[in-house]
């Protein structure tokens, strides 16, 4: 057999499809993967079955004028800025092929949402990560002096994401300034990945986009905006009039997403936004992050409860998700999933919220039985 390239061996099963995987063979509680069991809204539904048999063929690979001005209204930015992606993934993969050049160094933060290390070390370029610091009574806190301490000459971009995949963590508006501030004396370009912009549970996250409009590009999903992530619809917000150069990559890679999909969103994002779409996901989501949270804490678990996304992550040693898909029936995601370069906390575990109430009480009750089972 000839040899596959090293860097096509990188890319093995990711731990989301793993546990995705074990927990249909085992009938568990999927709390693993992010995708939520909610359908997406029916305004968004009727839009593509509207558009199926209407709009069958290619697209421009920089995306459907009507979804690129929906986007841009909906972010404040101009339309023709816009690219739009088959999903985020496609974006940030998009983004690092034009962006970084062989041995380039990629900051990013660790944990680690898993395309990140993958995709830089794809287009050649050096990943480097910085860990946030964990404390059970202060949570997830950034540590600006490690990633000051670790731009070097050769350092290109800063590659951020808030809310915070997998620590919920919103980053504040100081936080954002100081990045801003090194990106700019070190003239780096800044990828601030923002696919769960409209969930949180506080203030309203800052958009990097707002503060360094000149460097930035931000990355969306409607896939995560509309609760309808297999239809692969993302896009990239890019600094002025850099749109036209991204879009010659991506349609070297997928060429355009699927049609009728990009009509449906073009349509549904301002119903979205006008009919208080977001507001009742956001309740929604904090009510179920509160019973999942609360029902962990009673099960000896410390909670690091997000101000954003719809995951949380906990400790509670002794646990591995490997026994809990397996015995107790309930998947998760293992901590260590998320760190490449530096040790994971013991006993860290992220569990989606995004799933129906029913499930996040099965999902408790079948962990209660196993703390009893084990104690
Ligand atoms: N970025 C982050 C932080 C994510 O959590 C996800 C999905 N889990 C993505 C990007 C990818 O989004 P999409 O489904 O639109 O490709």
């Known amino acids: 057999m000839p040899e596959l390239l090293p860097r096509a061996r990188s890319s093995s099963e990711s731990v989301f499809a793993r546990m995705s995987r074990l927990a249909a063979q085992h009938g568990a509680v999927n709390l693993g993967q992010g995708f939520p069991s909610d359908s997406p809204p029916a305004f968004l539904l009727e839009a593509a079955r509207r558009a199926v048999g209407v709009s069958d063929q290619y697209a421009p690979p920089v995306g459907l004028p009507t979804l690129r001005d929906a986007i841009g209204a909906d972010l404040g930015v101009d339309g023709a800025d816009v690219v739009v992606t088959s999903g985020a993934t496609e974006a940030l993969n998009v983004l690092a092929l034009a962006l970084y050049g062989p041995g380039d160094e990629v900051l990013m933060l660790e944990p680690v949402f898993d395309v990140y290390v993958p995709q830089a070390r794809l287009a050649g370029a050096v990943p480097v990560t910085v860990p946030m610091r964990l404390t059970d009574g202060e949570g997830w806190a950034l540590d600006l002096d490690a990633v000051r301490a670790a731009v070097t000459p050769r350092t290109r971009a800063l590659l ?57 590009f931000t990355t969306g999903s409607a896939g995560k905006r509309l609760e309808a992530t297999g239809w692969r619809v993302g896009w990239i917000a890019c600094p002025p009039g850099l749109a036209g150069n991204v879009a010659a990559i991506r349609q070297v890679g997928s060429f355009c997403a699927p049609t009728p999909f990009q009509v449906a969103v073009a349509a549904a994002l301002p119903v979205a936004r006008r009919g208080g779409f977001y507001e009742g996901l956001r309740a929604e989501y904090g009510e179920r992050m509160r019973l999942l949270a609360g029902g962990l ?79």
Do not use: M, Q
Not at 179 to 204: H, K, M, N, P, Q
């Open 160 to 216: 951020l994401n808030s809310p915070y995949n997998p620590t919920g963590t919103v980053f504040t508006r100081a936080e954002l300034e100081s990045l801003v501030a090194l990106a700019r004396e070190c003239d780096l370009w800044i990828v601030s990945d923002e696919v769960y912009d409209e969930l949180y549970f506080g203030e309203r996250p800052v958009s990097l986009r707002d503060l360094a409009p000149e460097r930035t």
């Open 297 to 375: 804490r009673d099960l000896g678990a410390t909670v690091f409860e997000p101000r954003g996304t719809y995951f949380l992550t906990a400790r509670r040693p002794g646990w591995s998700a490997e026994t809990l898909v397996e015995e107790a029936g309930v998947a998760v995601i293992p901590g260590d999933a998320f760190y490449v370069e530096h040790p994971a906390p013991a006993g860290l575990f992220r569990l989606a919220f995004c799933k129906s109430r029913d499930d996040l009480e099965r999902a408790l009750e079948r962990l209660e039985r196993a703390a009893h089972v084990s104690a």
